[in-house]
């Protein structure tokens, strides 16, 4: 089936340091999505990118389309506490009236305070 | 405006019996999709419904089955539950069938 490569698969951050992390696929998608679940919770989206090349920010955080439509990047600005948790990728095939069985997730990029 | 609630959050079932979950999507939304989580496998799709109506269905035994009511509420049941049906099932909805999902924060099934 489809896969996407989510990396790093963990990284520790000191609070004040820029966070990058990506996914890549073989595949083409038309939609990707990003977000971050915490402990105990469901994930919960952080930024939706519809366009190849689309360059979108949500406060600290700016997530790209790639061009090439098969992979996408998360960075987070200053990072702080709270910008702990695990961040997924999330590619949709099939674009607009299509089907959520068409969403595939990244494993999960795990965000833990440097100790 | 109340997001996706999912009942129960935790329970204990033991192998062979059968578990009914419950999602009531966010008011307005009329898909709903279904995801088991496991540390694993990840998040892996389990079905989708929308105006009652099971759209899609993802690679699962048919001891995993769901259903949508009128009002859009869903209801995922497992039956004759194995061990490594023990996960994280996380209900999401939206307003449509985009990829914009709202997740619930899940009813953890630990079977014993």
Request: hydrophobic share 30%; charged share 15%.
């Amino acid at each position: 089936g489809q896969q996407l490569n989510q990396s790093p698969q963990s990284m520790f951050i000191q609070e004040g340091e820029d966070v990058s992390m990506n996914c890549t696929s073989s595949s083409i998608f038309n939609t990707w999505l990003w977000y971050k679940q915490d402990p105990g919770e469901g994930p919960v989206l952080l930024i939706a990118l519809y366009k190849a090349g689309e360059l979108t920010s949500n406060g600290r955080l700016t997530a790209q389309f790639g061009i090439t439509r098969k992979d996408s990047f998360l960075n987070i600005s200053a990072s702080i506490p709270s910008d702990v948790g695990i961040y997924f990728c999330a590619g949709q095939l099939g674009g607009y009236g299509g089907s959520q069985g068409n969403l595939i997730f990244g494993k999960g990029t795990k965000l833990s305070v440097k100790p | 405006k109340a997001g996706v609630t999912q009942t129960p959050r935790y329970l204990i079932k033991t192998r062979g019996q059968q578990v009914t979950l419950s999602c009531s999507p966010i008011s307005g939304h009329r898909s709903v999709s279904w995801y088991q989580q496991t540390p694993g496998q990840g998040l892996q799709f389990l079905f989708e419904y929308f105006s009652e109506t099971q759209r899609n269905k993802g690679n699962f035994p048919g001891r995993f089955s769901g259903r949508q009511f009128s009002n859009s509420r869903s209801e995922m049941n497992v039956s004759t539950l194995e061990l490594g049906d023990s996960a994280l099932y996380l209900c999401a909805s939206s307003i449509s069938i985009t990829g914009e999902l709202f997740f619930g924060e899940g009813s953890r099934l630990t079977v014993l």
